[in-house]
């Protein structure tokens, strides 16, 4: 499951970048960029739990 955060993190940021650049997709691309910070932070105080 980290690997597969981390993939979609890197996606949105490139994205973000992309949208920075060429001035597409303003607003969608910020949220999604917030939203995967938030499961970021989640995940990494929420620490690895064993399942």
């Known amino acids: ?3 597969i955060l981390w993939l ?3 996606a949105l940021f490139a994205f973000w ?3 920075l650049a060429f001035k597409v997709g ?3 691309i910020h949220l999604l960029l917030v939203i995967a910070g938030i499961i970021f932070i ?3 105080l929420a ?3 064993a399942l």
């Open 17 to 19: 970048i992309l949208g």
């Open 8 to 10: 979609i993190i890197a």
């Open 47 to 49: 620490g690895k739990r």
């Open 26 to 28: 303003g607003g969608l």
């Open 42 to 44: 989640i995940q990494l």
């Open 1 to 3: 499951m980290g690997r």
